[in-house]
């Protein structure tokens, strides 16, 4: 796989994560927000993977 689809696929588990969280609070579902910060970390990470990739 590539930087750039890293990069990408990172910033769109970060974007699912954000909503899974954002619904988690509105509906006080605290196991949706935990499980939305923890695919915006996934998604961080995956990003700084592909910026790693295309530095190289």
Do not use: F, L, W, Y
């Amino acid at each position: 796989m590539s930087g750039a689809e890293d990069k990408i696929k990172g910033a769109a588990k970060k974007a699912e994560g954000k909503v899974n969280e954002t619904v988690g609070k509105a509906t006080d579902n605290k196991s949706q927000q935990i499980k939305g910060k923890a695919q915006q970390v996934a998604g961080e990470a995956r990003k700084k993977v592909g910026e790693i990739k295309e530095s190289n």
